[in-house]
């Protein structure tokens, strides 16, 4: 058997942290069995179904690096086919149509309030004949679902799970319009795409029953289901915007790492021993059901930051600098050239072990790229003092000289002038000077480091423009 997941998202919003690690779980448990992923866009509430949506969850899951298999499927183009599959169950009295009024429908409700007891359709027109049909009520359509015995779900999460089928009524597969009803649409698609696993959230297991049903009713082979436990809150409420529930674009805007999102999802709610580390390779190689806990999981910031710092400290620099271009040519206005993406390349290594976040390390490198002459921070001017120009002037001059432009020669060489003035000074009088000249900040990677990306040429440059605005 070939494994078939998907995710079926609703285009009423932003691709939420929630929907990612459903998606995610999806993608893992097909990629490790080799099988399909597919993606289905459940977009029958027209109302509040836009495009835009739609968009946020391709970019959502394309960040992610969660590729799907095939076109994504659109539930409202095959609306024709589920009025088809409750054809067939009404030519084989398996389904029937309700005509009851809006008012009868109302008392039903407003009986089972008064008696304590909560509401179900009474099956008044479960065996009623259609000729007693009042005029001008368009029927719904519903299952004639069982009356007693137990629906049963073993579910790869949850365990056994079962439900007393008289607790359950006849469910409304085709609403008076002729639009079909989620439960209907969800069973139909889920079997033309040949979907052998259902894996979601556990707040869908409710709907399990009933869609449980409609498969026997329609003869087709059950999936398997698998109903992970949702995410909460740090305080353990309900995840709500208050403690992150955002969606995934934001944290992307935030300066997370798709690898590191991947990651921290991954371990909310699954587990490989005590692996916290866990590449996306090996995800695919470890991922199954098995290993997910029925406890729901608990949002923690601090944790997906120091996750986010692992990934940034041992991620590759070309894809780094990938990350922080755009960012950089926006505060600019100026697209980079390739040879200033090459020195952002080799600036990198020095760059990211100080940065939490993509955010962080696109400001850290900011100064690599700027314009001639810098702008100083009021620390860094402070360091351009009477006594710092005097040194620099000096160290200029002797720089313009060297022929070669090796950090090792270069620190060995303002050593041995800090050492031999008279008096002698300590190093920071001339490596915080210098950093505020080249870096137009007080907080750079080692200096020595950074002269040698910048180039004699530019480095020269800059000092001179110091000394220049310190002289004006």
């Given at each position: 058997?070939?494994?078939?997941?998907?995710?079926?998202?609703?285009?009423?919003?932003?691709?939420?942290?929630?929907?990612?690690?459903?998606?995610?779980?999806?993608?893992?448990?097909?990629?490790?069995?080799?099988?399909?992923?597919?993606?289905?866009?459940?977009?029958?509430?027209?109302?509040?179904?836009?495009?835009?949506?739609?968009?946020?969850?391709?970019?959502?899951?394309?960040?992610?690096?969660?590729?799907?298999?095939?076109?994504?499927?659109?539930?409202?183009?095959?609306?024709?086919?589920?009025?088809?599959?409750?054809?067939?169950?009404?030519?084989?009295?398996?389904?029937?149509?309700?005509?009851?009024?809006?008012?009868?429908?109302?008392?039903?409700?407003?009986?089972?309030?008064?008696?304590?007891?909560?509401?179900?359709?009474?099956?008044?027109?479960?065996?009623?004949?259609?000729?007693?049909?009042?005029?001008?009520?368009?029927?719904?359509?519903?299952?004639?679902?069982?009356?007693?015995?137990?629906?049963?779900?073993?579910?790869?999460?949850?365990?056994?799970?079962?439900?007393?089928?008289?607790?359950?009524?006849?469910?409304?597969?085709?609403?008076?319009?002729?639009?079909?009803?989620?439960?209907?649409?969800?069973?139909?698609?889920?079997?033309?795409?040949?979907?052998?696993?259902?894996?979601?959230?556990?707040?869908?297991?409710?709907?399990?029953?009933?869609?449980?049903?409609?498969?026997?009713?329609?003869?087709?082979?059950?999936?398997?289901?698998?109903?992970?436990?949702?995410?909460?809150?740090?305080?353990?409420?309900?995840?709500?915007?208050?403690?992150?529930?955002?969606?995934?674009?934001?944290?992307?805007?935030?300066?997370?790492?798709?690898?590191?999102?991947?990651?921290?999802?991954?371990?909310?709610?699954?587990?490989?021993?005590?692996?916290?580390?866990?590449?996306?390779?090996?995800?695919?190689?470890?991922?199954?059901?098995?290993?997910?806990?029925?406890?729901?999981?608990?949002?923690?910031?601090?944790?997906?930051?120091?996750?986010?710092?692992?990934?940034?400290?041992?991620?590759?620099?070309?894809?780094?600098?990938?990350?922080?271009?755009?960012?950089?040519?926006?505060?600019?206005?100026?697209?980079?050239?390739?040879?200033?993406?090459?020195?952002?390349?080799?600036?990198?290594?020095?760059?990211?072990?100080?940065?939490?976040?993509?955010?962080?390390?696109?400001?850290?490198?900011?100064?690599?790229?700027?314009?001639?002459?810098?702008?100083?921070?009021?620390?860094?001017?402070?360091?351009?003092?009477?006594?710092?120009?005097?040194?620099?002037?000096?160290?200029?001059?002797?720089?313009?000289?060297?022929?070669?432009?090796?950090?090792d020669v270069l620190e060995a060489h303002v050593r041995t002038y800090v050492d031999e003035?008279?008096?002698?000074?300590?190093?920071?009088?001339?490596?915080?000077?210098?950093?505020?000249?080249?870096?137009?900040?007080?907080?750079?990677?080692?200096?020595?480091?950074?002269?040698?990306?910048?180039?004699?040429?530019?480095?020269?440059?800059?000092?001179?423009?110091?000394?220049?605005?310190?002289?004006?």
């Amino acid at each position: 058997m070939t494994v078939v997941t998907r995710f079926a998202p609703s285009p009423t919003g932003f691709l939420h942290i929630g929907g990612a690690r459903t998606a995610l779980f999806n993608w893992l448990f097909a990629r490790h069995h080799g099988g399909q992923f597919l993606l289905r866009i459940e977009d029958t509430d027209r109302a509040r179904s836009t495009e835009d949506a739609v968009e946020a969850i391709y970019d959502g899951l394309k960040w992610l690096g969660l590729d799907w298999d095939g076109d994504a499927v659109s539930q409202f183009t095959r609306v024709d086919r589920h009025r088809e599959a409750v054809e067939t169950l009404l030519a084989s009295g398996k389904a029937y149509r309700c005509y009851c009024t809006p008012e009868e429908l109302s008392e039903m409700r407003e009986s089972a309030k008064a008696d304590g007891r909560p509401w179900r359709y009474d099956g008044i027109w479960r065996d009623r004949d259609p000729s007693e049909a009042p005029v001008g009520i368009n029927p719904v359509i519903r299952i004639k679902a069982p009356q007693d015995g137990e629906t049963i779900i073993r579910d790869k999460v949850q365990g056994t799970v079962r439900v007393a089928n008289d607790t359950l009524d006849d469910m409304v597969l085709l609403r008076s319009d002729g639009t079909p009803t989620y439960m209907l649409a969800v069973v139909v698609d889920d079997h033309d795409m040949g979907v052998t696993h259902v894996i979601r959230g556990d707040d869908h297991l409710t709907n399990a029953f009933r869609q449980y049903q409609l498969y026997v009713a329609l003869d087709w082979d059950v999936p398997e289901f698998a109903h992970i436990p949702l995410i909460h809150g740090p305080d353990g409420a309900k995840m709500s915007k208050r403690h992150g529930a955002l969606g995934v674009d934001a944290y992307r805007d935030q300066g997370y790492l798709p690898a590191a999102m991947r990651n921290y999802l991954l371990r909310l709610g699954w587990a490989h021993g005590d692996e916290e580390i866990i590449s996306t390779e090996q995800a695919i190689e470890w991922f199954d059901l098995d290993n997910v806990g029925r406890a729901a999981s608990r949002f923690d910031f601090a944790k997906l930051s120091n996750l986010n710092g692992h990934y940034l400290r041992s991620g590759d620099n070309e894809m780094l600098v990938a990350e922080i271009t755009p960012m950089l040519e926006e505060r600019r206005h100026e697209a980079l050239s390739e040879g200033e993406k090459s020195m952002l390349v080799r600036a990198m290594s020095g760059l990211k072990e100080r940065a939490k976040n993509v955010l962080e390390l696109a400001e850290s490198a900011y100064f690599y790229i700027a314009r001639r002459p810098l702008v100083f921070t009021d620390k860094a001017r402070s360091q351009l003092d009477n006594e710092a120009i005097v040194h620099l002037r000096t160290l200029v001059a002797a720089f313009g000289q060297m022929m070669t432009w090796e950090a090792d020669v270069l620190e060995a060489h303002v050593r041995t002038y800090v050492d031999e003035s008279d008096p002698p000074i300590k190093l920071g009088k001339v490596a915080q000077p210098l950093r505020a000249a080249l870096s137009g900040t007080t907080v750079s990677p080692p200096i020595f480091d950074v002269m040698v990306i910048l180039g004699q040429q530019e480095t020269l440059a800059r000092i001179n423009d110091a000394i220049s605005a310190a002289n004006s």
